[in-house]
């Protein structure tokens, strides 16, 4: 089966521009997270899905942030405008949780964004 | 609010010895679960052991085990005859009602 599908790995942008990084769960999973990892913060929750449905964005940092689900099978998380600290590896994951988060968390191989 | 803190940024560990990794957390919920994920230099993050918090019994893996103790909210990681492919970031996680939150990880380096 594909795991977490993550693109793009690697991305290199100019301060002010838009980042959208994409996201394919694994078929099946209800339940989706995006995550910012950085030296100094570790693994930083940024918002999650359950159903498509946000249900706690309280990670986002600021309103430059934004993040939709659309459908089952697809996410993205969008940075507009872009600035220097939002350098950082996203990583999405998913999984199949019911009441609790009792499960484990699919990783991608995470999207490594660098602003100039 | 929930939180997990791991105060060892980086461990070393000589091939073949032991080495426990620390962890402690904070949450109100009653019901809740922990786990350890490691992180290697792929980036790509792995399920190495989970704990239920209702049980008493701790968790063992193969060569991984933990050490939970709920009333100090301690929740450490032991590694036996550790080999060199253990080198990794290992993250603490706090699972519960809508958060499923990472400590900031501690980078464990196997010395031949």
């Known amino acids: 089966d594909a795991g977490v599908i993550q693109s793009p790995r690697h991305e290199v942008t100019e301060m002010g521009q838009e980042v959208t990084l994409r996201c394919k769960p694994i078929s099946g999973h209800n339940s989706l997270f995006w995550y910012r990892q950085t030296m100094m913060r570790g693994l930083e929750l940024l918002i999650y899905f359950n159903n498509n449905v946000p249900i706690d964005d309280s990670g986002m940092p600021e309103d430059r942030f934004s993040a939709k689900m659309p459908n089952a099978s697809f996410s993205t998380l969008k940075i507009q405008p872009s600035e220097p600290r939002d350098s950082a590896v996203y990583f999405c994951?998913?999984?199949?949780?019911?009441?609790?988060?009792?499960?484990?968390?699919?990783f991608g191989e995470g999207s490594r964004l660098t602003v100039l | 609010a929930q939180t997990v803190t791991q105060s060892q940024p980086e461990m070393s560990v000589q091939e073949a010895e032991t080495v426990t990794l620390s962890c402690t957390y904070d949450t109100s919920e009653s019901d809740y679960y922990l786990f350890w994920y490691k992180q290697p230099p792929s980036r790509q993050m792995i399920l190495v052991i989970r704990q239920e918090a209702y049980k008493q019994q701790n968790a063992t893996e193969n060569r991984f085990s933990v050490n939970f103790q709920k009333a100090a909210k301690s929740f450490s990681l032991k590694i036996s005859d550790s080999q060199l492919g253990d080198a990794a970031m290992y993250f603490c996680?706090?699972?519960?009602?809508?958060?499923?939150?990472f400590g900031t990880g501690t980078r464990l380096k196997v010395l031949a």
């Open positions: 994951a998913s999984s199949l949780l019911g009441q609790g988060f009792t499960g484990e968390l699919f």
């Open positions: 996680a706090l699972s519960g009602t809508y958060k499923y939150i």
